[in-house]
């Protein structure tokens, strides 16, 4: 669906990039002056690299072997920049109609009421870009990127300009983007907690090299990549389910296919997609099934790969039934246990190391330090309550459609 | 006896008023290109095109007015070729001096609008490409309206320049009254005319009163134009 091959030169910076994906949200991770923008700019046909090939769907964008380059208006990749580039002269309602005055009618997808219900930015219509926060801004250039009928969502660091509370605000929408259109995204981001949250496939970059690539939880949980993904907030993503509520002690049950984890209460559904992320900090290890612990959630696994490291501290990876799981020990934890590859240990995470404010919410999610549950699919309904300016959530109706897409 | 203007005091106003007019109207789409190449372009030869844009302001008025003369007069090169084949007369016409003055005034122009342009956030500019608009298309629904105020100001300096250029007039079209007799030069008949004191300086207060309200409006056009597109 997605196909980026990329060879750039910028004076000293070398960018030597390939990647797919098929669809969701492809997040583009890495430092600073990793190469990320450049690639995202050389999708969007900002820069016209020394050597490239970029197919998004069945159209060919950038081939410069067979010299087909697509000038950047033609190219239908709306583009979401970090500091908004909301036009100032123009009304929100001048700026979310933009694109629409030069797309073909064929072409056209998105309702404009239903763009501006889902990021509740009726009551700015009239208003002009200087007059808006920061949230306001980014959510407006969101919606004026989807009112161009494009193929494909370029979103660099929409975020970072934003404080924790904007953000939280923003993620629900960035959420929904992802699980209600059939628009492909490319998502540029230095936070890990970001991209743990969003992606559907990870690409990560290192000084203008590709260091891995794949789905999301699989990258994620690489020891070998700790360095990139900045070790202190790395670790696990996992897919689960809500089983039940224990409504005496006000947790929720998860079903994952590590087994079973308990958490805070879950403001959501019976049913509902969770996503939750465990950081390696926070789990602990026991040899025996460990008993007379206050923690709840125990998750057997097998050891699968010990971090080579000379420091205090070492990585292990853990498979859970499926399910990868990062723990952060120190080495002499891992002498003292003899811990090995293959061998049968207890994961042990503490309930509240799932941060209540940060469930459910949508509020507080970035900026908490301790273990996220992220909520995939319906952390709308939630943040509904939160926020009045969100519109309804509608069913997850095929609002939008992809041309060429399915 | 200060308001009475005498008929060929008011022939001169009116003359300098359509002459600045024009001059400032004709240089404008011109000025507005070399701007843009300036601003925006990477050719063989920009600094000499600066330079030439600039010429004006430095050189003196009467080498600019002579080369004119060379230029477009009867047996000029240009002006035999424009007489010829489109019947256009500068030479010793009002027209001419509305082309004196606005090659006095066009390097004031080019500046205020190259320093606006240059005062345009790019990214605006590629931000409405990746939404679809061509380069024409984002010239005149971005960066067109975000300079409106550069090119406000322009138009003023050009006028402001045009309503008080003498040198360059005089000597390209001369001093003849009710064709090429600007304000300026109708001040300068007057000094050199005895008993003339009395026209000189009742011309000079219209000039003052003229030039104060162009500038009193490019200020007002000027704040207007920077609200709307700041958006406040």
Not at chain 1, 82 to 102: A, K, S
Not at chain 1, 301 to 311: F, K, L, M, Q, R
Not at chain 2, 71 to 97: H, K, M, S
Not at chain 2, 150 to 166: C, D, H, T, Y
Request: proline fraction near 5%.
């Amino acid at each position: 669906m997605l196909e980026v091959m990329v060879r750039h030169r910028l004076g000293d910076f070398a960018l030597d990039a390939n990647f797919a994906s098929d669809g969701g949200l492809t997040a583009l991770f890495g430092r600073s002056g990793s190469g990320k923008t450049s690639l995202i700019s050389a999708i969007a046909g900002l820069i016209r690299p020394d050597h490239a090939r970029i197919v998004v769907g069945d159209e060919v964008l950038t081939d410069t072997d067979r010299h087909i380059f697509v000038p950047r208006h033609r190219r239908r990749t709306a583009y979401i920049f970090q500091e908004g580039r909301l036009f100032p002269h123009l009304t929100v309602r001048q700026n979310l109609l933009y694109g629409r005055w030069f797309t073909r009618p064929l072409q056209r997808h998105g309702d404009f009421t239903q763009v501006v219900d889902m990021l509740g930015i009726g009551h700015l219509l009239r208003r002009r870009p200087a007059l808006l926060s920061g949230g306001e801004k980014q959510r407006v250039a969101i919606g004026r990127a989807l009112l161009a009928s494009p193929r494909l969502l370029l979103m660099d660091e929409p975020l970072a300009s934003l404080d924790e509370d904007r953000k939280a605000e923003i993620l629900p929408y960035i959420e929904r983007l992802r699980d209600e259109t059939r628009l492909p995204i490319v998502y540029v981001s230095h936070s890990i907690a970001e991209v743990a949250r969003l992606a559907s496939t990870l690409v990560i970059l290192s000084e203008g090299r590709i260091a891995a690539a794949g789905p999301a939880a699989e990258v994620m949980t690489r020891l070998d990549l700790f360095p990139l993904t900045g070790s202190p907030e790395t670790g696990a993503i996992i897919e689960t389910r809500i089983v039940d509520h224990d409504v005496v002690f006000g947790l929720t049950r998860l079903r994952a296919a590590a087994g079973e984890l308990r958490v805070p209460r879950l403001e959501l559904p019976v049913g509902s997609k969770v996503r939750v992320r465990i950081r390696a900090r926070d789990v602990m290890i026991a040899v025996r099934e460990p008993t007379g612990l206050s923690a709840l959630n125990v998750l057997p696994g097998v050891i699968t790969e010990i971090s080579p490291s000379e420091g205090p501290i070492a990585e292990l990876r853990l498979d859970c039934s499926g399910d990868a799981l990062i723990a952060r020990l120190t080495r002499q934890s891992i002498a003292t246990l003899k811990l090995s590859n293959g061998k049968k240990v207890y994961a042990v995470i503490k309930s509240v190391a799932f941060d209540r404010r940060a469930i459910g919410s949508g509020s507080d999610m970035a900026k908490s330090a301790d273990v996220e549950a992220v909520v995939a699919e319906d952390l709308f309904a939630g943040a509904t309550r939160r926020d009045h300016q969100l519109a309804d959530p509608a069913p997850a109706a095929d609002w939008i459609a992809t041309p060429g897409a399915g | 006896m200060l308001a009475a203007f005498s008929a060929e005091e008011i022939t001169a106003i009116r003359l300098s008023l359509k002459v600045a007019f024009w001059a400032m109207t004709a240089s404008l789409p011109v000025g507005i290109l070399v701007a843009l190449m300036l601003a925006r372009g990477r050719f063989w030869g920009m600094s000499l095109l600066n330079g030439v844009v600039h010429l004006p302001l430095i050189m003196p008025p009467v080498v600019t007015g002579y080369i004119l003369l060379l230029l477009f007069g009867r047996r000029g090169p240009l002006g035999q070729f424009l007489d010829e084949y489109f019947g256009i007369v500068f030479a010793f016409r009002w027209t001419g001096a509305a082309l004196a003055c606005a090659i006095m005034g066009f390097p004031l122009m080019v500046r205020s609008i190259r320093l606006s342009l240059d005062a345009v956030d790019r990214g605006l500019e590629s931000a409405a490409g990746t939404l679809g608009a061509n380069r024409l298309w984002v010239f005149l629904t971005i960066t067109l309206p975000l300079i409106v105020p550069g090119i406000l100001a322009g138009m003023i300096l050009s006028f402001a320049r045009s309503f008080g250029e003498f040198g360059a007039t005089i000597t390209f079209v001369s001093n003849i009254p009710g064709e090429t007799q600007t304000l300026p030069s109708a001040i300068y008949t007057f000094t050199q005319t005895p008993g003339g004191d009395l026209g000189a300086l009742r011309l000079t207060l219209v000039s003052i009163a003229i030039s104060m309200t162009a500038l009193l409006v490019s200020e007002l056009l000027a704040r207007e134009a920077t609200r709307r597109v700041v958006g406040l």
